[in-house]
Structure formats: C-alpha cells, structure tokens
C-alpha cells in the first residue's frame, strides 16, 4: 500500500521519509494497512518556511475570513462525519456511542464554532486605548504554531482540530500540527477537510500543515526553530518535559498539559447524606474512557469511617462487575500496568483489579487501590503517580489536619473537588481545606466530578506546574485559550490611519469589547 | 563600621554571610563606607519560609488593605525624598533634577498609586462568570515573587519599589527583593519605608523582604526554589539567559526584560521635511540618562542620501559638543568600552567618541558609529550587539529594500521607530516596512523617540526574546503588569458563599469590571 502523503504548504505530498509506521485496531490488534511516513527534518523546514509566509499573509487578512474558515470547517466536519467516526473508532477503540458520535465530534464542531464567532468578534484581543496619551494596545498573531495532540481525543484535541488548533488559527496564526501516531488516519482525514476549507474561505494554503511522526531528535529541533511562535502539546510529563526545555533554550512560549491526578474529597456530611449515590458517581467518573481522561480522579481522600468502607465497598463492586473497556494501545496498557504496580511498590494496597483483563483487545481489570494518610506522606512522591487508565487510589485520612496535610502535600493538578453535606455541617472542614487545595489546582470544583470539560469563557482547563508549563493559562475555554498565541503589540503616536482596525478611534464591529481609557465599551 | 542588616520576616537582622561588599560614588570614584552583607543561602530560606506564609495571609485580606499599603508607602517616599535623592544620587552620579527628584521619584510614586488603585478596582482579576453553568474564574495571587532590579533606575525599576513590586504586591504576592549592588543604600532606605507602610496598613511583615547580595550558586537555587511563584528581572542578556534557565527547569513563570537596541528609521520625506529638528530628537533621545535606558536607540536607520549625511553630522556635533555624563559604574564603562570595541572590530566606522572621557567618576566619549546596511547584514549578529551607554551605531541603505531586509533580519526588540513625512510622501514605504518592523518589536512607535515609558494601561514594556522572555506580558502599565504574577483560578460548581467576592453573583465593588456571560459589567 501506497505510504501516505504529508500535508505540506497546500499540497499532498511525498514525505522526506526514510522509515515508516502502522496504526493498529486496538480493538483487535490487528495492524492497519497504510504506511504512514516518519519524516525527514526536510518536511519540517518546508513547513516552517512555508508557515512562515503563511503567517505574514494571515496578517493582512480580515478576521471574517478566519472565522469563515472554522466555519467551513466544522461543516466539512460534520459532512464527513460517518468517515471520521469510522476512522476514529478503529484506531481508538472508543465506543461510536455515547462518545465519538455524540460526544466528542460535536464538541469538536462546536469548539471550531466558538473559536470562529471569537475571531468574528475580536474582543480576545484585548484593545486597550489611550486616548489622551495616544497610546493603543492589543494581543496580535503570536507566529506559526506547532500543536501535538494527545492519544485520547482523537477529533477534539487532535493536532488539526482540536482546541489548541481552533485558538491558535482564531488568533490567525497557521499551524503545523503533528498527528499523534495512535490515530494518523482520522488526522490524515481532518486534515484534508481542512484543506478543502482553507480554500473555500480563501485563506493562505499553508494555514493548515500537518505531519505524522519524527524522530525525537527532529521533535526537539522543531521545538526550538526560531521560525515557531509557539507550541501546544498534550501528553504525558516526561515527553512534555523535554519538549519545554528545547522549547524554552529558543525562548519559544511552550503551553504544556502534562499529567493530573485531579484530587476528589468527601467529606463525613456528604458520605452521611449521600454515599451510595457518590460511590456512584465516582465510579462513574473513574471509568469513563476506561479513566484515560486528563481530569480523571486518580486520587480519593476521605476521612477514616464506616460511611467511607461502605462508600469503597460499593465503588469495588462497581469496578469489578462493570465489564472493563479496550485501551488505546498496548503501550498505554503497559504504562497502566506499570504504574499499579509502581503504587503497589510503593505500599498502595489492592482492592480490586491489579491485572489485566480478558476480552478482545488491549483491557486492563477496573483497579481500586488503597492506603492510609500516614503512609501516603510517607511515599508521597511515589503515591503522587499519574496512572493513565481505570485505575484509581482512595486515601483514608484518620482527622481533618491529616487531610490537609495531604492536600499541601499535592503537585500542581488540573483539578480537585470537594464534597460536603447540603446541610452545612461540613462547613468548618471545608473552610479548612479548601483554601490548601485551592492553591494546587487550577479548577476547584464543589459536589462534581471533574471529568467532562465545559467550553466556557471561564472555564480554566490550566493548573500549576507540573500540570501544565504555566498557570496563567487555559487550553480550553474559548476565548480565553487564545490569549496563548499571542503577542502583545503597542501603537505609540502611531497615526490613524496605520492602526489596526481593532485600535481606530472609530471601530466598525458592532460586538467588539475594547478598554478605553479605563471603561470598558462595546462597538 | 557595622555591617548593614537585611530585612527578613519583618525585622532588620544581621544576614547569614561571609563576606560583604560596598558600593561607590561614580561621580568622584570614592568608595561609600557601609559594608553590606553577601547572604548566605540560609538568608534565602528563611525569606522563603516567611514569604510562604505571608502569601497565605495575605490570600485573606482585602485589597483595600494592600492599597492602602502602596499608598502609605507612597507617601512615606515622598516623605523621605530628600534623603533617598541624595542616596541614589551619591550611588548612581544619576542626576537631582531633572532626574532623580522630578523624574524618577516622582514616577516610582505614581506607579505605586497605579498600583493601589488597581488593587483595589480589582478589574486586573479578569472575573468571568458563566452564570448558565455556574462556572466561575479570575485571576489571583501567584505566590511568592522574587523581583530583581536592574542598575539603571534607583527607584522606578528598583526590586523594593519600583513596577515589578508594584505589581506583584497589588495582586497580593509578597516580594523578596534583591537590591541592584550599585545602590545598595538606596534600596535600604526605601525597604525602611515600605517595612514602615506595611505596619500602617496591618499587612503581613514578611509581605516586603529585601537581601543585598547572593552568590551565583545561591542566586540559581532561588530561581529554582519550589516555593517561589514567579520571579522578574531586569538586566543584562547573560545574566537573565542563566537565571531563565535556573527559573524554567522547576517550571517556575520568569519575566525577564534583557536587551533590546530599539531600532529607529528615518524614512526620505521627513528628513527632507525636518531633518534639523530629527537630529536634535535623537541626540538628546540617545544622550539621555548616558544611554543607560532600555529604550535607547542604539540601531538608527537611514536611506543613504545627503539628508542623512546632514543629519549625521548635525547629530555628531551634538555629541561631540554635549559633556559625557558620568556612567554607573566602572564596570558599566567598561562594558560600553568592551561594546564599541566589538562593533569596530565588526566592521562599524567610527563617527565620534569611541574612547573614555575627561571629567570626574566615568565617563565615555558620547559614540557615533556607522556602517552600511551591506555590511550590518553581513555583520549581522555582531552589529546587533546591546551597547548600554552613550554609543549609537546608524545604518545606511541604498534603498526600501535593502532597509527591508534589514529589519527583517532583527532580533526581538522592545521598541522600532519609524519617522515619515507629515505630508504622505513616504506612506508606500512605510507601507512596506511597519508591517515587517511591528514583527520584532513591542512597541511600534511613529515620529517619537522610544525613551520615555509611559504608566499607561496601553503600555507595552515588553516584545519578542531575546529582548523579553514572552512577548504576551508587559513590564510597565498598570493593569496590565500585574497578570505576569497572577495564577488563572477557576470555580466550577462551587457554592455562592464559598466564591471569592469577585466571584459572587452581587459584587460589593461598584467599580470592577466583569465579564458576565460574555458582556463587560461594571460594579
């Protein structure tokens, strides 16, 4: 079989490839046909360069244009939906329903929408204007972009349609995006409907790159091109970690989302009032997407009580009768197994699971692990561990001050959530607590699971280091996720007729929110 | 005599150190007598400790209590003036007026009033509000801050009092500052006042700490410290490059604002129109201060013609005419000295100066050099060297082109200048150049020297590496300082009481500005 063609300054093309690779049915594991290429740094500096001149053109152009290229792009989407889902579905394994069909490929569309009405817009760009001193500001294109999508989403933060690709094209600038290698088909797929857009809009051809694999020597030379703006990478921490130093020895903005172990604590009301119905959702929330979500709770703290091993008791059952789904991989399920056994290593006790499990496919058994607070201090390091899978870690703490001392023992994390009783008597406790865990996640949810990510302005999908690489961040949330991709660029007694449009003391978009001197003003 | 003690935890103590150094008059080469303590990695830890719990109190407390801090401290500088000029002006030969007393005193309180009234409008939050979801986010305290001044300005850029601290205390951080060693007396004075203000205002006293000096290794492992936020510099290139590094690899956001030669170019038409009063701007642009500005123009462009040569030999009898002011420092002529060698030795022909001058303390011939813009771009690198002082190197092209591709092959820059003609006779080429100049600089000036930053919202301090460390965030205007020490912080279903007041449904503030469901609200 034909390998298949990188997607190159407007043009399918031949890689500058010496090695090839293979997707796999996870479901199966029966290996797909086409040789996807494993590209030279050629491809990369003529993706660079044409990105590059893609991005002056961008400049010039009107933001309507942007926004109609999103557009078209989510309808090309929506057209070839059946395609896309069949594509995704045989290199992820992730069911049709409820989620590819009905979940992530109409947040995907509908990321690409928001991302355009935002555009349309122009109110991310912040214009701030002084008057009196003729003094103008506002956040302009940031260069040429490179986004590395993770293995978990193959349409919604995939390199070329995810929600790193909507902000940074929104901005206006192009993008050079790397397939993630568990799904180069359904990207190959995106990236041609993206194609067809960029011409229906009329918007430079090399808007839109996209690339499947390199060496990581390649990788981290592209990291510090001088020619990169910025980059946008989801995916685990050690690969994140190289990643950034190559990024930042450039002095290139490098937006990491890296690993979480999204904290969730039930407090003695809310067990009281409501176990069942929490072991429930827990359950629910450990296992959707067999846990290989970035926001899945990896670790439960609770208070040391009957209402507690109830609660455990029930999740076990749950975990052990609901039947286990396919991962994404081999390596994914070997990375799973791995880190069950490095917790156990590190004196986590085994409730249920621990083992792989039977079924076609690559499927590791619904793992819950235990330990108590005392011995979670004492290999905090160890027990901090991000397991990428269906498995998770309850800590049972025997006081609220040992609780709080697990919580200021946290890394930065995505999340943590707090549940306490409707009726106030956990109030004390939360009021303890909450202020600790505050400071160690970027979303602080109350009585909710942190899984399933709103795409809403104030939605902060960021956290401290080494969640992600900057907590002043969001990487979904539209429009604040584009702030990422942005210079901040300054007029001083620049003349009228030279400003941007976005900075004339008269502006024709009626729904721009611009700050002038002070007040905020709309149109 | 005594050796000068540091301020940690909120008490002047005697510093963990073994050595200690002392400053001197630049102006008559007389060393001052206080010795002042190198730290000891111990001095750091122990501000850490305190800065960690400071910015735990401080979380709680009400911005009209740190503005009302910024104001008192404000006021007691004011009230100090006398003394703190004739500090600065006996460590730094700046001058009394018009500098230090009607310039940069008067600036450093204003900028700390900024502050206060930012603080406490708490606009700079960014409150967005999903009222349908019930999401929430805004932007809050990052931690700790370590603020490092530069040489150059006593007061408006000092760790203890200058933007960077007026930023990072009005988001609610502590600040540990490191004194610049070149005035060290001066910082000293002012932390008095500031230690002064913190009592008025009922702050944390650890909320303001200051050390002198640190060993290099020690000043790397406080950049790298776990408990420190975020951190900002201002300096040479070399130093912030290895304080980055140091910064980065613990994932730690460092501002830095390193060097910039703030390209300036005349285009034909207004050195036609006014190329007498051009000369004049821009010798006493590039002559102000010594050169010993951020700003300073040191890369002016010229089409060749007879115009430019009469502005060149109008601006080398300025420089010729005018006395060289004395330098900072020794070690700062030496520099300046080492800098201009380097560009001769690329290639730049000597105009006038090019050695050090008569005259008490240090002093160097004010520079003109020149070269073509053939030979810059065959000198590239080195003729984009930062030459901090007295020393502007002018270009000259045969044609738009040529001054093009010039620009183009910039580094990132604070600032660029282009003047043209009032009466359009340069507008194509203007045309052809801004959009490639705006790539490289922060700031895009038109008809107006870079030197002077004004404190406005619309300020941007800051541009593309290597002149800044992100080209996102400013360094001077407030509000918009203030985000580079903040952590984005959402609140996803959490209860109304629970919220930050920022937060709430009804905010008490009638002057904040929200985003609310995508409208902006006031109060």
Redesign the interface.
Known sequence: MDVAKVLIAGDWRKANSDSTFQAENPATRQQLPTPFPISNWKDCDDALAAASHAA?DL??IEPERIAAFLEAYANNIESSAAQLIEAAHEETALPISPRLKDVELPRTVNQLRQAAAAAREESWKHA???LK?N???C?AP??PVVVLGPNNFPFAFNGVSGGDFAAAIAVGNPVIAKAHPLHPNTTRLLAEEALKALATAGLPMATVQMIYQLSNEDGLRLMSDPRVGAIAFTGSRPVGLRL??AA??????VYLEMSSINPVIFLPGALAERGDQLAQELADSCLAGSGQFCTSPNLILLPQSDATETLLQKVATIFKDRPSQPLLSSGGREHLSQGVTALRDAGAQLVTGGDIADGPGYRYANTLLRTTAQHFLSSNKALQREVFGNATLAVTATDPAQLLEVIQSLEGNL?GSIYSSNSGTDDVV?DQL??AL??HV???????MPTGV?V?????H?G???ST??????AV?IP?SL??F??????????QS?LPNVLKDKIENPAT?R?ID???V?G
Not at 248 to 253: F, L, V
Not at 486 to 495: I, K, M, S
Request: with cysteine.
């Open positions: 002056q400049r010039k701030a204007l002084d001193l003094i103008r500001s956040f940031i260069g950034k130093e930042e020895s450039a002095g290139t903005p999340t939360y909450a202020p505050r400071q970027g979303r602080l949810l109350n009585d909710k709103a809403s302005p104030a939605m902060n960021g401290p280091y080494p690489s900057h907590p002043g961040f969001t949330g604040t702030t990422r942005a210079a901040l660029q300054c007029y001083d007694n620049v003349r030279r929110w700050l002070g007040t905020w709309q």
